[in-house]
């Protein structure tokens, strides 16, 4: 098995223009991904989960909510196996409580017969996830959907003062 290593991909890219002080891997081979910017980046803290992938689905949520918050999450190789249902629990938490960004990197092609493993683009565009790129990582294509708080979502175009304030009619009428 090739080392997985991204070195001029968007993903790299994205971590590198990030700068996180702090980053979480959950599954099997996160950790991999980050070699080179935590090698120029020596001071960089890392904590892991589930690196093996032997961690049940309810154990993984319960060491997570273990954890401090984090500057930056990957994960990778979990959803593929998890519930639905635990899949999207994990992705609001790392969402809501336990980072700012994080991506999730998801196998192209996979899925099981139990329904395990297909994740559809609008159910993680429902999450506030944005499809980053698709990158090939040691033989196997990945999609990469990532949240990033400060710009999952734009301020549309009609909430402004300009819409919603009339200067002009203040201390004229009374509503």
Same mark, same amino acid.
């Given at each position: 098995?090739?080392?997985?290593?991204?070195?001029?991909?968007?993903?790299?890219?994205?971590?590198?223009?990030?700068?996180?002080?702090?980053?979480?891997?959950?599954?099997?081979?996160?950790?991999?991904?980050?070699?080179?910017?935590?090698?120029?980046?020596?001071?960089?803290?890392?904590?892991?989960?589930?690196?093996?992938?032997?961690?049940? +689905?309810?154990?993984?949520?319960?060491? #997570?909510?273990? +954890?401090?918050?984090?500057?930056?999450?990957?994960?990778?190789?979990?959803?593929?196996?998890?519930?639905?249902?635990?899949?999207?629990?994990?992705?609001?938490?790392?969402?809501?409580?336990?980072?700012? =960004?994080?991506?999730?990197?998801?196998?192209?092609?996979?899925? !099981? !017969? +139990?329904?395990?493993?297909?994740?559809?683009?609008?159910?993680?565009?429902?999450?506030?996830?944005?499809?980053?790129?698709?990158?090939?990582?040691?033989?196997?294509?990945?999609?990469?959907?990532?949240? !990033?708080?400060?710009?999952?979502? =734009?301020?549309?175009?009609? #909430?402004?003062?300009?819409?919603?304030?009339?200067?002009?009619?203040?201390?004229?009428?009374?509503?």
């Amino acid at each position: 098995m090739t080392m997985a290593k991204l070195d001029d991909r968007d993903l790299a890219h994205r971590v590198a223009a990030f700068a996180p002080a702090t980053v979480l891997t959950i599954g099997p081979g996160a950790g991999e991904l980050l070699t080179d910017y935590l090698r120029a980046h020596r001071e960089c803290r890392v904590a892991h989960l589930d690196s093996d992938g032997t961690c049940e +689905q309810s154990a993984l949520l319960g060491a #997570l909510s273990g +954890q401090v918050r984090f500057d930056f999450v990957i994960v990778r190789g979990v959803l593929e196996h998890m519930d639905a249902d635990i899949g999207a629990h994990l992705l609001a938490r790392l969402r809501d409580v336990h980072c700012r =960004r994080f991506c999730v990197l998801l196998e192209a092609e996979r899925n !099981d !017969d +139990q329904g395990h493993g297909h994740w559809e683009a609008a159910e993680l565009a429902a999450m506030g996830l944005s499809h980053w790129s698709s990158e090939p990582i040691a033989d196997t294509l990945y999609d990469v959907y990532g949240f !990033d708080l400060g710009t999952y979502k =734009r301020t549309p175009e009609w #909430l402004n003062a300009r819409h919603w304030a009339h200067p002009e009619h203040w201390g004229k009428y009374r509503w």
